[in-house]
């Protein structure tokens, strides 16, 4: 199985910055997709941002020019850099990691997520 373990969430003002961070373990055998997502009070889930194993990345256009998504292969874990934070911002943020285990099949999971508060 796999575990998916968040940091980083928080209170900050509008303008300031956080870091994300989303470590993966467990019995993997490769990592392909990671991503972030978010889910506002009232408002269904929603993709943020997304790296794959070969680094390509993907932004929601709400976030494009703020966000930077980014991964440690070595150490299964990606990361969301987030700066320029608005009020709009604030929700629960997700990571999800889509893989292969060890014994041969696919994977793919949620971390249990993490409060973002951005106050005006």
């Known amino acids: 199985q796999v575990q998916l373990v968040e940091f980083g969430g928080g209170l900050v003002q509008a303008g300031g910055s956080l870091r994300l961070s989303c470590a993966a373990s467990?019995?993997?055998?490769?990592?392909?997709?990671m991503g972030w997502y978010r889910q506002a009070p009232g408002k269904q889930r929603e993709a943020v941002a997304s790296?794959?194993?070969?680094?390509?990345?993907n932004y929601a256009d709400p976030v494009k020019g703020r966000f930077t998504i980014s991964r440690d292969n070595a150490k299964n874990t990606v990361y969301l850099q987030m700066n320029s934070l608005k009020p709009e911002d604030t929700a629960v943020y997700y990571c999800?990691?889509?893989?292969?285990?060890?014994?041969?099949?696919?994977?793919?999971?949620w971390g249990q997520g993490t409060q973002v508060t951005v106050s005006s």
């Open positions: 790296i794959t194993s070969g680094g390509s990345t």
């Open positions: 467990g019995s993997i055998f490769s990592i392909s997709a």
């Open positions: 999800n990691v889509d893989g292969r285990l060890i014994a041969g099949t696919g994977f793919g999971s």
